[in-house]
């Protein structure tokens, strides 16, 4: 055989295949090393990942990077002082002080999938608003068209009638090509209005202040339903607002038309906030009768927590910074500390600050010195961009270096693309660990066995590592006794808004018209005729 061999491939063959072997696998070693060094420096539990050039500059960097880690000690004393600020929320006798509002939401009756009926919805919170239509087929089964109309900047600081003007514009616009305009019937309409109201009663609402970049003139203690409902009656379309909630609300709502065990509605997006079914007893501003169930819905408006100063022992020059260059200084704290409105800014202050120290983009400040790249700039780093630099494995950071280039910063390093990722993932993880504790609250306050989250927001859905770090923050913060688990609810806020409304035309027909009646009454309804 090795005759044969021999013969039959010649020396100069086997010495060439020789050669490349060996060079493949000098270079396989070469690569290899390569790729297990860089794997190593961009591994983020990895303490080298943090090592800059100069170990000065990386001292200096990490001691920015520690402002923002927030320890299980520190979580437990902050769920402390939530807890007493809830408390003083819900009492009559301390209610007009707290910063946490706890609103009772006047929803009492949580949804069981029978609810049946075709109902119109607007929901409004951010600079999207949409329209919808919906009908409950009962069994759980929902229907949904829907419309996303833009609020123009200039409607979200404007003139307050010009906004609800703007919104019913669009209702009609959306009604008119679903042919429910003039169709002889009147729809209860539910409107999710996604900022702090002190309800009055389920079709009545107070606007308290504004949040998330709105500021509309002559709409502060004015009741947003009838704000909506004269604009609705000017227009002369045939719609009867018949409940207002919180998108916290609609959420909890949604999820628990499929979900009965959902007991906490939250949202993590442009803004944030909580809402959870709460004992009556324990409701002091509650002013409405007790009967079974012995329970309503608790808007907490929870972005106001830290609004006295409690949580200034964990804010950062950049939190502060942030603040102050707001539409609302010294309101929404916890809001600004995690939500989607404020996440971006409070990197790109992080990074400016390291730029300008000469910790990061070394080289970079003079050519970019011109104060018109967008790191230079407020809202320069968008939110998205947290998401995309922590969506990044490994050491090509491609995602990070497109970033880069669009905040202006040609060329990065690897170091530099290292940095800026760790800055990322601190001030996502502390949003939701802030986020979690809230949870962890809520959650050994009920003392439920088991709890769903109904969970909607932009942040919840895109972020890569923000449900795994909630959730491991509040596994050490949740008795150990109780479970929990988080379902996110597509449309939550539309839908739940519709299924309140749904509920109070039944609840309440003096309301509403004949043809109201009518639509919700199971035998004239489409639903029956399946
Ligand atoms: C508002 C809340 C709302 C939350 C999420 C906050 O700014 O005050 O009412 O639920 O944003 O949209």
């Known amino acids: 055989m090795s005759l044969v061999f021999v013969e039959t491939i010649p020396y100069n063959s086997i010495s060439s295949l020789l050669r490349k072997v060996a060079y493949g696998l000098a270079t396989t070693c070469v690569l290899g090393t390569a790729v297990y060094i860089g794997y190593s420096v961009a591994s983020p539990d990895n303490h080298s990942s943090k090592r800059y050039r100069n170990p000065e500059l990386n001292d200096e960097i990490e001691k920015v990077v520690s402002s923002l880690k927030l320890n299980d000690e520190q979580l437990k004393h902050i769920m402390h002082c939530l807890e007493e600020e809830m408390n003083a929320g819900l009492s009559s006798e301390t209610h007009k002080q707290a910063t946490i509002k706890m609103f009772p939401s006047f929803v009492r009756h949580i949804p069981d999938g029978t609810e049946r009926g075709q109902v119109l919805a607007l929901d409004l919170g951010g600079t999207n608003f949409r329209v919808l239509s919906i009908k409950l087929r009962g069994n759980s089964h929902i229907e949904l068209t829907s419309k996303i109309f833009l609020v123009p900047q200039s409607a979200m600081i404007g003139d307050g009638k010009r906004l609800f003007r703007h919104l019913v514009e669009c209702l009609a616009e959306f009604m008119k090509k679903e042919h429910l305009l003039q169709s002889g019937i009147c729809y209860p309409l539910g409107f999710t209005f996604s900022f702090p109201c002190k309800q009055e009663s389920l079709a009545s609402a107070r606007l308290t202040t504004w949040t ?45 038309y499929k979900e009965p065990a959902t007991s906490i509605g939250l ?22 009768d007790h009967d079974e169930p012995k329970q309503v819905i608790i808007n907490m408006e929870w972005g106001a927590f830290g609004d006295n100063g409690c949580l200034n ?120 660990r802030l986020a979690g504790a809230g949870l962890a609250v809520l959650i050994n306050r009920m003392g439920k066995p088991t709890v769903t989250i109904g969970v909607d927001g932009s942040l919840y859905r895109y972020h890569p590592r923000f449900k795994r770090n909630m959730e491991r923050s509040m596994e050490g913060l949740v008795n150990k006794d109780f479970k929990f688990k988080f379902a996110l609810s597509d449309d939550g806020s539309g839908k739940g808004a519709a299924l309140v409304a749904c509920v109070a035309a039944h609840n309440a027909p003096e309301l509403l018209t004949k043809h109201t009646r009518e639509i919700i009454d199971d035998k004239t309804s489409e639903a029956n005729s399946d």
């Not at 709105?214 to 227009?235: G, M, P, R």
């Not at 949202?267 to 409405?288: F, H, P, Q, S």
């Open 212 to 256: 998330k970049g709105f500021s509309c003139a002559d709409v502060i203690n004015e009741d947003v339903v009838k704000l909506l409902q004269d604009a609705i009656d000017e227009k002369g379309i045939n719609v009867k607002c018949a409940a207002l909630v919180n998108d916290t609300v609609g959420t909890l709502m949604a999820c628990a």
């Open 267 to 288: 949202i993590l997006g442009t803004g944030t906030n909580a809402c959870y079914i709460e004992d009556l007893d324990k409701v002091g501003t509650w002013n409405g």
């Open 313 to 432: 022992h964990i804010r950062t020059k950049y939190d502060e910074e942030v603040d102050l260059s707001s539409i609302n200084p010294g309101q929404q704290t916890f809001e600004k500390m995690i939500s989607g409105m404020y996440m971006g800014e409070i990197v790109r202050l992080i990074i400016l600050d390291l730029l300008q120290r000469e910790l990061l983009f070394l080289g970079h400040r003079d050519t970019y010195g011109d104060y018109k790249t967008p790191i230079y700039n407020r809202g320069g780093f968008y939110t998205k961009f947290v998401s995309t630099v922590e969506t990044d494995e490994g050491i090509k950071f491609s995602n990070t270096r497109r970033v880069l280039e669009d905040i202006g910063i040609r060329n990065p390093t690897f170091d530099d693309c290292v940095i800026v990722q760790h800055i990322c993932r601190q001030v996502s993880k502390r949003a939701a």
